[in-house]
């Protein structure tokens, strides 16, 4: 079963990190990478706000985010990590359908839990330099008044294609490698079959 997509006290999170993103520019250092996060998690929150308050109906809201996922989602990559050494075994077209049966899951997600995002705030309050373009964001996500605060670091990487978040920790848990791992599973006990993944994310959209 899925689980990393059950962690309760990430409804900002999902909606801002179950895919990744990039921006034009490199970022050049751990300063600039705060504030990548800080200013996308800053457009979801508006939107959700938005939302919560009238201004922004639910097919609009919808709508517009799965525009930004579109035009800022690296979702091949992400879907070649996250399928590991099968994807090598695996052909094109079962690939392409992978890859779009995972977005619609992964915008499903946010979908489902709209109810549950009112009130929440991302606060970047420090970074990590790992490596020349390669930074580790760290933030807290604060509740609505009846959710804890919680930690969360952001794994922010750069290049001449641009900034990305490339993973994200909850609680402990790294969300990309996390999929990785439930997601290469179901594969393995399939025999290797990439459609048994695919299967699987299909059934939980019902």
């Known amino acids: 079963m899925l689980q990393l997509f059950r962690l309760s006290a990430t409804g900002l999170v999902a909606a801002f990190a179950l895919l990744a993103f990039a921006q034009p520019s490199p970022a050049q250092s751990a300063s600039e990478a705060e504030g990548f996060v800080q200013r996308e998690a800053q457009e979801v929150i508006n939107a959700l706000q938005a939302y919560n308050e009238g201004e922004l109906d639910e097919e609009t809201l919808k709508r517009n985010f799965r525009e930004r996922v579109d035009l800022l989602a690296d979702v091949p ?7 590991g050494r099968y994807r090598r075994g695996a052909d094109e077209a079962e ?11 992964a915008i499903n997600v946010y979908e489902r839990e709209l109810g549950n995002y009112a009130g929440q705030t991302l606060e970047v309050t420090g970074s990590v330099t790992r490596s020349p ?11 609505n008044g009846n959710g804890e605060n919680v930690p969360v670091n952001w794994r922010v ?7 990305k978040v490339v993973d994200a920790e909850v609680m402990g848990v790294w969300l990309a490698q996390t999929q990785r791992e439930e997601i290469t599973s179901i594969i393995g006990n ?8 695919t299967r699987a994310l299909r ?3 019902q």
């Open 157 to 163: 990487m750069s290049s001449d294609d641009g900034m």
């Open 190 to 197: 399939a025999r290797g079959d990439v459609s048994a993944a």
């Open 77 to 83: 990559r992400i879907t070649n990590f996250v399928l």
């Open 95 to 105: 690939l392409e359908e992978f890859r779009t049966v995972f977005r619609e899951f």
């Open 133 to 143: 373009g390669d930074f580790i964001v760290r933030s807290t996500v604060r509740g």
């Open 203 to 205: 059934q939980r959209m």
